[in-house]
């Protein structure tokens, strides 16, 4: 596959994406370094492409290889693939590593998109700690909105008073839009 990326180059962006795409979809992980390497090329469309591929394999060894990446790509675009990729085992180191702040934010948002109602009970503690970084805890609030467990909607309201207006503002958000998705259940 390796040769054929080679010669890629010379066809042009468009074959290198189509190359890739492809060796997502057939999980080709024995060469994950070389997509690895990928995602620090120049071209957005190689990095996405390459973040593609990565996430369609899946693995610990590719949430590795994105999160060693994830301060230098678009966070949105690492938190889809993290979701597809990572396990729950991943998920629960990853959310208890102290990385830098956009790291953390990025797996935040990764569980959100996943819907891991598991992870409800981290996330309002990691919301409610008032020693995190604001990022962080509005993030949190964010991710619990996106997974709509209504065990979440109780501790948000408890962060609708929260002295940070950043946090009260995320915290009342995510509390109407599960509200919400509850109401829409019930019907």
């Known amino acids: 596959m390796q040769h054929?990326?080679?010669r890629g180059?010379?066809?042009?962006?468009?074959?290198?994406?189509?190359?890739?795409?492809?060796?997502?979809?057939l999980g080709l992980l024995f060469s994950l370094p070389w997509l690895a390497d990928l995602l620090d090329d120049p071209e957005p469309a190689v990095q996405d492409a390459a973040v593609r591929a990565l996430g369609r394999a899946g693995g610990r060894r590719v949430v590795d290889a994105l999160m060693a990446h994830a301060d230098r790509l678009p966070t949105y675009r690492v938190a889809k693939e993290l979701a597809q990729a990572a396990s729950d085992i991943d998920f629960e180191a990853l959310l208890r590593d102290d990385g830098n702040v956009k790291t953390t934010v990025t797996v935040?948002?990764?569980?959100g998109l996943r819907g891991?109602?598991?992870r409800t009970p981290l996330l309002v503690r990691m919301a409610q700690d008032r020693i995190c970084d604001t990022e962080i805890r509005v993030a949190a609030c964010r991710a619990l909105a996106m997974i709509g467990d209504p065990a979440g909607a109780d501790a948000l309201r408890l962060l609708g008073s929260d002295s940070d207006p950043a946090v009260q503002k995320a915290a009342v958000r995510a509390r109407m839009r599960i509200s919400a998705a509850m109401r829409k259940r019930i019907r």
């Open 116 to 118: 891991d109602a598991l």
């Open 9 to 25: 180059r010379s066809l042009g962006m468009i074959a290198i994406i189509v190359l890739l795409s492809i060796q997502g979809i």
């Open 4 to 6: 054929m990326i080679a």
């Open 108 to 111: 935040l948002m990764a569980c």
